[in-house]
């Protein structure tokens, strides 16, 4: 093979650099410029020795050397090797030396024939002796943590240690023996420093990866091959906290709604059982109730007094648990025919609750229950708004009391009922008094993309179709999973039991779905969100046909705590009011946007507080239907984002199948900031700092 001088200067540039010495070296029997080839050496030294390398190149059109005839090498002048006919494919050939001090003068006297006379030239070229390039990997760059789904730059800084000669080298990221991206051609300077970067790299599997860079195939050689990489732990995760992205600045808080004729004659509670009542009740801690204000029942029927002191037990039930209260207007088929008499009576019994009473928790009223399913026209129902904002203004109760606007159910679409038209009225009309919005959803158990419509719906009117300015934070102030309709040979309740013929708020898959309903309307940024309902207890009339919805039994049996009550128990036990709700990573398009079907998947939701107390609670909607235990392995957890080394409770429902809580220890998180633990596919999970019990 044939290389011009141009393209063998050049890769000598890169092998030798300034290590060579040029000494004039005439031809036998002729001046030097007739020789038709031309010498460079280099020597390289190190523990290993000495090597000298001879390359003889040879002009345009004259063949290339083969071997070497004579060779005879110096060091500082000492003759120490002569070698006669030395192989030398395509003129170069590499001389052991033996040990050779850097910076020594190694001269070769080179004798080589002239192919078509068979001439000897005689050639001379002297070097000096340079410590052979040392590549180490001085560091790896990457984060300490990433998502399964989001590739990673890896950066390598390689360093030339030994100052004398630069090296190009091959660069290769590895996981255990699997490559992770091409392989990378560098060139170190001399005593300098590059950094390569490995772009986009996949890490898809949650877990602790141990990545290596290795340095290899250095040319020219290498000193030390020890040093030649160097690893980066990254820590894999399938979630992660996204505390920049805040869905709720202050979470308006989790509970349900409180009967308020559990006192009063239409339920008739034994007497004596509703101290129990009210102890599991104040357990369960709830942070918001609804309760209803029913004008008919508080105030026109034969009970009314009893019905009325009943209302006012329940309110200050509720506010010695604890929790913020809404009072919702219940029926309004008289009042809006009256708007301003009827909601100067309602204003009175708010002063006297909050006044008299000293109720103040009482923060929030709501007029007409799912008004858009009532005869309720949007001029009507604004009035009756504006009646009562003007009766609390003029009684100063106003910063007290705040206007939540809707408890809308979906309607029909294209008619009166929409909720659409009604969400645009109240954002046109009422924009000026309204505080906040409400919406109720229910669905049945065997189809949860009903519920996960109706949540991205309201929120996809909410955040896009109304106007910026009428915005306003929105609760689900009514919610529960349905059992079939109609069941064989069980035509009441509606909506009451599971497939086996069990009451279905009795199983473990309306614990389940409950809560997933709680942690995505926290993923959406609902501001709080209430269950349909708290414990026993007739309404009216109508309750015992169409209500089922109980967390706990009758009080003939002694109000058992169903699976629903301890769901959401831990909700309550390990978040608080006012906390920030953060966003869970990854978040895709099937997680928030209509009409893209949701995979089963770990559900997350997480709550910071400004204390430094973290909660991310979860589950795998794998479980969706599961009313036994699972027989798949448990469902593997790793959640980033959290602070580094700090210990968390691990608190579990429903982890034995018997629908209850119960602590699982503790989970510390890594130097990441990173918590991997295991969870049954049937249960759900509180991770937390707060004390659990």
């Known amino acids: 093979m044939h290389r011009t001088r141009s393209s063998r200067t050049a890769r000598l540039a890169c092998v030798v650099g300034a290590a060579t010495l040029a000494l004039a070296a005439p031809a036998a029997g002729g001046a030097a410029d007739l020789a038709p080839y031309s010498l460079q050496v280099s020597a390289l030294t190190g523990r290993e020795g000495g090597l000298l390398r001879i390359e003889v190149e040879a002009v345009a059109g004259v063949p290339a050397v083969s071997s070497l005839r004579y060779v005879q090498v110096s060091v500082d002048g000492v003759l120490t090797r002569v070698l006669r006919d030395v192989a030398a494919p395509d003129g170069v050939a590499e001389i052991d030396l033996g040990p050779v001090a850097r910076g020594a003068t190694v001269s070769a006297n080179v004798q080589v024939r002239l192919p078509t006379s068979g001439t000897l030239v005689q050639l001379r070229r002297a070097a000096l002796a340079r410590l052979r390039p040392d590549l180490v990997v001085a560091g790896v760059h990457a984060p300490l943590q990433t998502l399964s789904t989001r590739p990673v730059d890896v950066v390598a800084d390689v360093t030339e240690l030994n100052g004398d000669v630069g090296a190009t080298a091959t660069l290769t990221l590895m996981l255990g023996p699997t490559p992770l991206a091409e392989p990378k051609t560098v060139t170190v300077p001399k005593?300098?420093?590059?950094?390569?970067?490995?772009?986009?790299?996949?890490?898809?599997?949650?877990?602790?990866?141990?990545l290596?860079?290795?340095?290899?195939?250095?040319?020219?050689?290498?000193?030390?091959?020890?040093?030649?990489?160097?690893?980066?732990?990254?820590?894999?995760?399938?979630?992660?906290?996204?505390?920049?992205?805040?869905?709720?600045?202050?979470?308006?808080?989790?509970?349900?709604?409180?009967?308020?004729?559990?006192?009063?004659?239409?339920?008739?509670?034994?007497?004596?059982?509703?101290?129990?009542?009210?102890?599991?009740?104040?357990?369960?801690?709830?942070?918001?109730?609804?309760?209803?204000?029913?004008?008919?029942?508080?105030?026109?029927?034969?009970?009314?007094?009893?019905?009325?002191?009943?209302?006012?037990?329940?309110?200050k039930l509720a506010h010695d648990a604890g929790a913020?209260?809404?009072?919702?207007?219940?029926?309004?088929?008289?009042?809006?025919?009256?708007?301003?008499?009827?909601?100067?009576?309602?204003?009175?019994?708010?002063?006297?609750?909050?006044?008299?009473?000293?109720?103040?928790?009482?923060?929030?009223?709501?007029?007409?229950?799912?008004?858009?399913?009532?005869?309720?026209?949007?001029?009507?129902?604004?009035?009756?708004?504006?009646?009562?904002?003007?009766?609390?203004?003029?009684?100063?109760?106003?910063?007290?009391?705040?206007?939540?606007?809707?408890?809308?159910?979906?309607?029909?679409?294209?008619?009166?009922?929409?909720?659409?038209?009604?969400?645009?009225?109240?954002?046109?009309?009422?924009?000026?008094?309204?505080?906040?919005?409400?919406?109720?959803?229910?669905?049945?158990?065997?189809?949860?993309?009903?519920?996960?419509?109706?949540?991205?719906?309201?929120?996809?009117?909410?955040?896009?179709?109304?106007?910026?300015?009428?915005?306003?934070?929105?609760?689900?102030?009514?919610?529960?999973?349905?059992?079939?309709?109609?069941?064989?040979?069980?035509?009441?309740?509606?909506?009451?039991?599971?497939?086996?013929?069990?009451?279905?708020?009795?199983?473990?898959?309306?614990?389940?779905?409950?809560?997933?309903?709680?942690?995505?309307?926290?993923?959406?940024?609902?501001?709080?969100?209430?269950?349909w309902d708290a414990y026993w207890g007739l309404y009216d009339n109508s309750s015992a046909n169409n209500q089922s919805y109980w967390m706990t039994g009758s009080a003939a049996e002694g109000w058992p705590l169903l699976p629903t009550y301890h769901s959401l128990h831990l909700l309550l036990e390990t978040t608080q009011r006012g906390w920030e709700v953060v966003q869970v990573a990854p978040w895709e398009e099937d997680d928030w946007k209509v009409g893209v079907p949701d995979r089963p998947e770990k559900e997350l939701a997480a709550y910071t507080a400004a204390d430094g107390s973290v909660t991310?609670?979860?589950?795998?909607?794998?479980?969706?239907?599961?009313?036994?235990?699972?027989?798949?392995?448990?469902?593997?957890?790793?959640?980033?984002?959290?602070?580094?080394?700090?210990?968390?409770?691990?608190?579990l429902w429903n982890a034995t199948g018997n629908g209850e809580n119960s602590l699982a220890g503790t989970v510390t998180t890594d130097a990441a900031g990173v918590a991997r633990f295991e969870v049954p596919v049937h249960a759900a999970f509180s991770l937390t700092t707060v004390p659990v019990s």
Do not use: C
């Open 191 to 210: 005593g300098g420093d590059i950094s390569s970067t490995f772009e986009d790299v996949k890490l898809e599997t949650p877990m602790s990866a141990e």
């Open 212 to 315: 290596t860079v290795l340095v290899d195939g250095a040319e020219p050689f290498e000193t030390d091959a020890t040093n030649n990489s160097r690893t980066r732990t990254v820590e894999v995760t399938e979630h992660e906290l996204v505390r920049s992205n805040v869905l709720v600045q202050a979470l308006g808080g989790y509970g349900a709604q409180f009967n308020q004729h559990v006192y009063a004659p239409i339920t008739n509670a034994p007497p004596d059982s509703l101290p129990d009542m009210e102890a599991k009740v104040k357990a369960l801690e709830p942070q918001l109730v609804r309760i209803f204000y029913n004008d008919n029942w508080e105030e026109r029927m034969p009970t009314a007094p009893q019905n009325f002191a009943s209302l006012e037990k329940t309110v």
């Open 324 to 531: 913020t209260i809404n009072i919702t207007y219940h029926a309004v088929n008289i009042a809006k025919l009256t708007p301003s008499s009827a909601m100067a009576r309602f204003a009175g019994v708010l002063e006297d609750l909050v006044e008299v009473d000293g109720l103040t928790n009482v923060r929030w009223v709501t007029i007409a229950n799912e008004p858009n399913s009532t005869g309720l026209t949007l001029p009507e129902y604004n009035a009756l708004y504006r009646a009562l904002h003007a009766e609390l203004v003029a009684r100063g109760l106003r910063e007290q009391i705040q206007l939540m606007g809707g408890d809308l159910i979906e309607g029909l679409v294209g008619t009166a009922n929409d909720h659409r038209i009604w969400w645009q009225f109240m954002a046109q009309n009422m924009n000026d008094i309204l505080d906040a919005y409400s919406v109720h959803i229910y669905w049945t158990y065997h189809d949860v993309p009903r519920m996960e419509f109706r949540l991205r719906d309201v929120y996809k009117v909410i955040t896009e179709e109304l106007p910026a300015e009428a915005r306003k934070p929105t609760y689900v102030m009514e919610f529960a999973v349905r059992g079939r309709d109609p069941f064989p040979s069980k035509p009441i309740p509606r909506y009451a039991f599971y497939d086996d013929g069990t009451d279905m708020r009795r199983t473990n898959i309306a614990g389940f779905q409950t809560l997933w309903f709680f942690l995505e309307s926290a993923q959406l940024g609902y501001t709080g969100t209430a269950k």
């Open 616 to 651: 991310v609670m979860g589950l795998d909607s794998h479980g969706r239907e599961l009313n036994t235990v699972s027989s798949e392995p448990p469902s593997s957890y790793s959640i980033g984002g959290l602070p580094a080394t700090m210990a968390f409770n691990l608190a």
